[in-house]
């Protein structure tokens, strides 16, 4: 018995895009490709997928993946084939906010078009291999119509049905890389004041954040508990940074990156929680106008 596959267009051909348009094709999908600068197309096209002159040509398709540069470009792109796209099926990869994923999902109700939205952790690189991960939010249908197509990419998680909420949490889990990455930036400018190679830092910082990285799960109880004085947890007062700031100014570097901490930690000691465990700061950020 032969097996139909769904077929795919993709709208939106940059590194992201291509590399989720490859491994479709590469999984027998039939393939339709499109993007405003045709150069991108070829390689696509000759690998087997199907050249789309127009964002409209590419419209036909059983599922038309979306994977543009933003929340904008998608309107650019959609809004002048909107009579084109009732009763489709629209999976957004492009990366925008959660109140921008609920807008779409509104627009393409209005339409009649059923509309997925994700949240991709992955590089271009990684696409295609169990690293990947993509959330998915918005229509379980089109998400469990597509979990073949959907699963060529990576492990696929579905986050329910607000649109806005694989982009919630994509983004969540990036603020924390990029914190994390600004933490080593500064870290390597301390030591290379003193003329440490970053890359020797780096060798340091990568055991130490591996050996402290699971307290995450504690905090993350704690925080759940909402007891900030469970006996046991380092203090607030323990937390003071004062020396990294000190350092950092002794040695001519900015301070902007670790004053924000500083100043999470004293907005809790200040408002008189300075022996609670240091997950309180959590309060100075849930509450930004609120030192309790």
Not at 137 to 146: I, K, N, V
Not at 162 to 186: I, K, R
Not at 252 to 267: A, K, N, Y
Request: proline share 4%.
């Amino acid at each position: 018995m032969t097996i139909t596959k769904p077929a795919v267009s993709f709208l939106g051909l940059g590194e992201m895009g291509s590399a989720l348009a490859a491994v479709v094709l590469r999984a027998g999908h039939p393939t339709t490709v499109w993007n405003r600068n045709a150069a991108k197309v070829a390689p696509l096209v000759d690998a087997g997928a199907t050249a789309a002159h127009t964002a409209a040509d590419a419209a036909d398709a059983e599922l038309i993946v979306v994977c543009l540069f933003d929340h904008a470009s998608v309107h650019e792109v959609l809004d002048p084939i909107a009579d084109r796209l009732a009763g489709r099926r629209l999976l957004n990869l492009t990366t925008t906010s959660p109140d921008g994923a609920r807008e779409l999902a509104r627009w393409a109700a209005a339409i009649g078009a059923d509309y997925l939205d994700s949240g991709i952790m992955a590089t271009p690189e990684m696409i295609g291999t169990p690293k990947a991960e993509v959330l998915y939010s918005g229509s379980r249908q089109l998400y469990d119509s597509y979990r073949g197509v959907l699963g060529t990419w990576g492990t696929a998680e579905y986050f329910g049905d607000d649109a806005g909420m694989a982009s919630l949490y994509d983004l969540a889990l990036l603020s924390s890389m990029y914190v994390m990455f600004a933490g080593f930036f500064h870290g390597a400018a301390m030591v290379g004041a003193a003329g440490v190679p970053a890359k020797d830092f780096a060798t340091r910082a990568v055991e130490w954040l591996r050996t402290v990285v699971p307290a995450i799960t504690e905090y993350a109880e704690v925080i759940d508990g909402g007891d900030y004085s469970v006996p046991g947890q380092q203090s607030l007062e323990f937390s003071d940074i004062s020396d990294i700031v000190d350092a950092s100014r002794a040695h001519g570097i900015s301070t902007e990156l670790v004053d924000v901490v500083q100043g999470l930690i004293h907005r809790q000691i200040d408002a008189g929680h300075g022996s609670d465990g240091v997950a309180r700061v959590i309060e100075s950020i849930k509450h930004p106008r609120a030192a309790a």
